[in-house]
């Protein structure tokens, strides 16, 4: 769900990296303008979310679950049944768009053809019968021709080298198809198998989840349940290599994932970005990691650097900066700053669920150096279940999060439920 745009120029360092406290400042201001939001506060304790957005020239795409929207700084209530769209500059205000889907939509991409692709869990979209997948008009939100309609949920899609990727929990897992008629393009993607059975895990089912690709597309990282694809053991993570005639699965892979997290959280590595030369990649998890000796083993609620290069399974990684004890879902990452989104209260923080040293407060939205892992200043949101979503643009910071316990704050700014957006520093 990320997009990384700016070069980086750092040379990653091999082994673990000690944290210690950032000096340089995020790549983002802490004056968040007015932009639209979530209309329907979470006072009731029911949560409406964002679960992704876009941008598609001109304008941005927020799809998720909720019914309402408002305008900035407005209390008028604008009615949108989980997609939306408002302009991509000041004063940033709510389009036509009104594609009118019947269930949650948890992806969106940018057509070829003057249209956007809804992706999610719903029958209905732009006024006729599109199950789980739509093709819709991008400047009214009317359906418009597409022949692939998977029988199962929609997690992410992407069009990368021309082909549209989609992943979700439909059979196969993960299909390539042409994002105009949504044909069969002819292009390869590998068998995906498994779930994870963890001593006392809840039952997780087979998924792709979040896909990102690669500065230039020749590869995408995909996040998921599984544990074979494409013959190859992998877990939590794998990279798919977009090689001519079909997609190839690489044998880059972090051994240290293939450990566990606590079993209610079996699947824990949500989330994956590469840096913008395309050196690194990172990875966020969840998990409940625990620390009074029973702890579970893998990389829990934390933030993780890894090499992109050499692709050969290998163990460890660069750095590693945990939160304590508190999920993070995204990740995205320009040439300066890894941000870090969810629901945690601290960073820098391996001592535990309480504030120990050299950890400090930082909820909702975290910023890291790229190189080191060190945390830097720079704003904060409120928590709420968490943020889903980070776009890096030109220009700033997209995130996409939720209305839970009416979490509204953006860099400690009210009246940005369900986005928060803040421009470059």
């Not at 050299?358 to 945390?375: H, I, K, N, Y």
Request: hydrophobic share 35%; proline share 8%; net charge negative.
């Amino acid at each position: 769900m990320k997009r990384i745009l700016s070069v980086a120029t750092a040379v990653l360092a091999a082994g673990f990296v000690a944290l210690s406290p950032g000096v340089a400042n995020a790549s983002v201001s802490s004056t968040p303008p007015p932009t639209p939001q979530i209309g329907t506060p979470g006072n009731d304790g029911s949560v409406e979310e964002v679960r992704q957005i876009v941008q598609c020239g001109s304008t941005m795409y927020a799809v998720g679950k909720f019914s309402q929207v408002k305008n900035p700084s407005s209390t008028e209530l604008v009615p949108r049944n989980n997609a939306f769209a408002f302009s991509a500059t000041a004063p940033y205000k709510i389009t036509p768009f009104d594609p009118n889907v019947n269930g949650q939509v948890d992806t969106v991409v940018c057509g070829t053809d003057g249209s956007v692709l809804l992706g999610g869990t719903f029958t209905t979209a732009g006024g006729v019968a599109n199950r789980n997948l739509a093709k819709v008009n991008a400047a009214t939100g009317a359906s418009m021709p597409f022949s692939f309609h998977p029988a199962a949920r929609v997690a992410h899609m992407e069009i990368v080298q021309g082909h549209l990727l989609v992943g979700g929990f439909f059979a196969g897992f993960l299909d390539s198809r042409n994002p105009v008629t949504g044909a069969d393009d002819g292009y390869g993607t590998p068998a995906i198998s498994g779930t994870y059975q963890y001593t006392g895990a809840q039952p997780y089912s087979t998924r792709i989840w979040n896909m990102t690709p690669s500065p230039g597309g020749s590869a995408v990282l995909m996040t998921g349940v599984f544990t074979s694809v494409g013959g190859q053991h992998h877990e939590q993570v794998f990279r798919l290599n977009m090689t001519a005639g079909a997609a190839t699965v690489s044998p880059w892979y972090p051994t240290e994932l293939y450990l566990h997290c606590q079993g209610s959280q079996a699947f824990y590595a949500r989330d994956a970005a590469w840096s913008v030369d395309g050196s690194r990649i990172f990875v966020v998890s969840t998990g409940l990691r625990l620390f009074d000796g029973t702890a579970p083993s893998g990389p829990c609620d934390a933030a993780i650097a890894y090499p992109a290069e050499p692709q050969v399974e290998f163990a460890g990684h660069t750095w590693l900066n945990y939160t304590g004890c508190d999920s993070l879902y995204s990740v995205a990452a320009d040439s300066t700053t890894v941000f870090i989104g969810g629901h945690q209260k601290f960073i820098s923080n391996p001592g535990g669920c309480v504030l120990k040293p050299p950890g400090r407060e930082q909820p909702g939205l975290g910023e890291l150096d790229p190189v080191t892992g060190a945390d830097q200043p720079g704003p904060s949101r409120g928590r709420g279940e968490g943020a889903e979503d980070l776009l890096r643009t030109s220009a700033g910071l997209w995130i996409a999060s939720d209305n839970a316990q009416n979490t509204n704050t953006c860099a400690g700014v009210p009246g940005r439920m369900g986005i928060c957006f803040l421009p470059n520093g």
